[in-house]
């Protein structure tokens, strides 16, 4: 017998595992728990602090929904206005000094007049093209070529891509596109540059939310805090040492055995498969490839720069620094560092002199956020990186050689991006079949490896439907039809739906009684 024995049990507290718990909490059916080796809930989506009162996300995340469930949830966890502030999406790239507004491939009537032909060139070429041309493109560097032309694809779209993926573009599917990258439209793109006029802003996340205090990380640990304290177990004795999955049963690293009927993992799924031990899935699951990713702070004295001014996030596509994006992560939040009363010493200046005096002095202060990639094909120099970075900051006129750090950050992230590899769904379409025959969900950026699918809301959402299909056998969307959920407004789900929902408005009609709760399912009846 085991020392725990649940219905569901979930692996990992970010957005994907807490997307699974509240749903099964709100469902009030099959018994749960959810375990987490980190003592705070967030996963990728989580937040640090420097010892100088910095706060940097593990990664540029920001806050769009496309499912009002996730909106409810997240209203729940943080439901006062001052909790959050709203954003305009101010986005450049850097090219030639130059920065183009985003999409680059929309703007290139901000680009010097000989790259400009080059592009409408490129861009013409390509619509001839696209006129005679039946088949899909085979990889995505021939999707940037169908639609860009080779101008705008070696300006901007390959090099770029590059530094993102850490692999050519060549090495990579294009069925994951979708909305992540903007088509460029012929006509207005030569109107714009006829007119030298800037193409209005693009995409999804054109708007976002972001969380005034504690980062995105504290979105999550204030879901978490939703959750009922006796179903989640955190920290050391949430730490996972091995999956048996014919046996049905969980060892944690303190010994602790878990038996379940469904398993909902939220693990890198090459990851799960070495805990379980399951040499045909592990072989399977080598043909998966990924990129580290490296989130670099500068913490920097002084009042924000005007040349800075409202810039949200800046992409990076030249080789005059390792920084593939830049967020000004002071800007989403006055919260997001020290105040200006906080005294603290000087480090170092910009060029990485030391400065004349390290008494610690006031602010204001400000802060940049950067991400750089790594992997087999793009090797990175990590000893030398922050420093690499920091003279990448200059390169770029981030910032200038006199400039007072008062605080950096460096960490890596061993499983960064998911890569939309040509081997993808060669794998996945046999890997994630073969888990669920044996009971177990690999859901979650890592968990089904689809980038496209990646978003928080889409994490959070892709633990939510797996919760259901356990449940009542509901299908999947997010999971298995991306550019469906991604082209609707998905407002099937509410949180304000369900028996807890229920019971909590009995509550506040009767007082303190409570209506009765539904029946516990019994393990058997989970399907």
């Known amino acids: 017998m085991a020392d725990i024995n649940v219905d569901v049990l979930v692996i990992g507290a970010g957005p994907t595992g807490l997307g699974a718990a509240k749903r099964l909490n709100q469902i009030d059916g099959p018994s749960w728990l959810i375990v987490d080796s980190s003592s705070k809930a967030g996963g990728l989506a989580s937040t640090d602090i420097t010892p100088e009162g910095f706060l940097y996300d593990v990664g540029g995340h920001v806050i769009f929904s496309h499912y009002k469930y996730f909106d409810d949830c997240i209203n729940e966890a943080l439901p006062k206005e001052d909790d959050w502030f709203t954003h305009e999406r101010i986005s450049y790239v850097r090219y030639k000094g130059l920065w183009v507004p985003y999409p680059f491939q929309n703007n290139i009537s901000m680009l010097p007049k000989e790259d400009q032909v080059t592009c409408m060139e490129g861009l013409i070429d390509a619509a001839l093209e696209h006129r005679v041309t039946n088949t899909k493109p085979k990889n995505f560097d021939e999707w940037i070529l169908r639609n860009t032309g080779e101008g705008i694809a070696n300006m901007f779209m390959r090099p770029y891509n590059y530094k993102v993926w850490a692999v050519p573009t060549t090495d990579m599917q294009a069925a994951w596109l979708g909305e992540r990258v903007a088509a460029p439209n012929v006509k207005l793109v030569t109107k714009n540059v006829i007119l030298n006029k800037v193409a209005g802003n693009w995409g999804p996340n054109a708007t976002f939310r972001f969380p005034a205090r504690d980062g995105t990380g504290g979105i999550w640990i204030a879901v978490a805090d939703t959750l009922p304290d006796e179903k989640k177990r955190f920290g050391k004795k949430g730490k996972v040492s091995k999956v048996n999955a014919e046996k049905k049963v969980v060892t944690m690293t303190d010994g602790t055995t878990i038996s379940y009927e469904k398993l909902i993992s939220t693990m890198a799924v090459d990851q799960l498969v070495e805990s379980m031990?399951?040499?045909?899935?592990?072989?399977l699951s080598k043909d998966l490839y990924y990129s580290s990713t490296h989130v670099i702070g500068v913490g920097l004295r002084g009042e924000r720069p005007d040349r800075i001014?409202?810039?949200?996030?800046?992409?990076?596509?030249?080789?005059?620094?390792?920084?593939?994006?830049?967020?000004?992560?002071?800007?989403?939040?006055?919260?997001?560092?020290?105040?200006?009363?906080?005294?603290?010493?000087?480090?170092?200046?910009?060029?990485?002199?030391k400065?004349?005096?390290?008494?610690?002095k006031e602010g204001p202060y400000?802060?940049?956020?950067?991400e750089v990639s790594q992997s087999t094909k793009k090797p990175v120099d990590e000893a030398n990186l922050l420093k690499d970075c920091i003279q990448g900051l200059i390169n770029t006129e981030m910032i200038k050689p006199e400039d007072e750090i008062v605080s950096t950050y460096h960490r890596k992230f061993d499983h960064g991006y998911p890569t939309p590899a040509l081997e993808r769904e060669g794998v996945l379409t046999k890997l994630l079949p073969k888990l669920q025959d044996m009971d177990i969900l690999s859901r979650g950026r890592f968990g089904s490896w689809r980038?496209?699918?990646?978003?928080?809301?889409?994490?959070?959402m892709l633990g939510v439907e797996a919760a259901d299909h356990i449940v009542n056998g509901a299908v999947e969307l997010t999971l298995n039809y991306p550019d469906f959920v991604n082209g609707r407004k998905n407002e099937e789900r509410r949180l304000n739906q369900g028996p807890v929902a229920a019971k909590k408005a009995g509550s506040a009609i009767n007082g303190t009684q409570e209506l009765p709760s539904h029946p516990q399912k019994s393990s058997k009846q989970v399907q």
């Not at 031990?277 to 072989?283: A, F, P, R, Y």
């Not at 400065?355 to 610690?360: D, F, G, L, M, N």
């Not at 400000?366 to 950067?370: N, P, Q, T």
């Open 277 to 283: 031990g399951n040499k045909e899935l592990v072989d």
């Open 309 to 353: 001014g409202d810039k949200c996030w800046l992409y990076f596509p030249e080789d005059n620094c390792p920084f593939y994006r830049a967020t000004i992560f002071s800007n989403y939040s006055p919260y997001n560092q020290p105040q200006a009363d906080v005294k603290l010493a000087t480090q170092q200046l910009g060029d990485g002199s």
């Open 355 to 360: 400065p004349q005096s390290t008494e610690a």
């Open 366 to 370: 400000w802060s940049i956020m950067l």
């Open 451 to 460: 980038y496209e699918v990646g978003n928080q809301d889409h994490s959070f």
